[in-house]
């Protein structure tokens, strides 16, 4: 079972950045699909980016599309989440997560498919890090 363990967040000015790490305690992340979500008051939890471990294949919600981008560092088993042009409405708690091993296919249809409905794929979940945002 693949435990993940965030650090980074805090707070920001509207404008700046913010960088996200989340490691995982495993063996190996190998054709795995790994995600930031994030979620706040009154809002569905979103799927802000993934990546597939294989090729390092991203996806982006249109939300964080071209300010946000997602990393993965096999050597350490650590996604990174780089947040820049932070805006108010990026405020939230982000969390990290891991699917289990896939199929190259089963990992395209994760990465490309809707966030509800690839959701449940993702098998382990971080603690969460607050992120505020000040305008």
């Known amino acids: 079972q693949v435990q993940l363990v965030q650090s980074g967040g805090g707070s920001a000015q509207a404008g700046e950045s913010l960088r996200l790490a989340c490691r995982a305690l495993?063996?190996?992340?190998?054709?795995?699909?790994l995600g930031w979500f994030r979620q706040s008051t009154g809002k569905e939890r979103e799927r802000v980016a993934a990546?597939?471990?294989?090729?390092?294949?991203?996806k982006y919600a249109d939300s964080v599309k071209g300010r946000f981008t997602i990393s993965y560092d096999k050597a350490n088993l650590t996604v990174y989440l780089e947040s820049k042009s932070l805006r108010p409405e990026d405020a939230a708690t982000y969390i990290c997560?891991?699917?289990?091993?896939?199929?190259?296919?089963?990992?395209?249809?994760?990465?490309?498919?809707?966030?509800?409905?690839?959701?449940?794929?993702?098998?382990?979940w971080g603690q969460g890090t607050q992120v505020s945002v000040s305008s």
């Open positions: 495993a063996p190996d992340l190998d054709s795995h699909v």
């Open positions: 990546i597939y471990t294989v090729d390092h294949l991203t």
């Open positions: 997560a891991a699917t289990g091993y896939l199929t190259p296919t089963q990992a395209l249809g994760i990465i490309n498919g809707k966030d509800k409905e690839t959701a449940d794929w993702f098998e382990a």
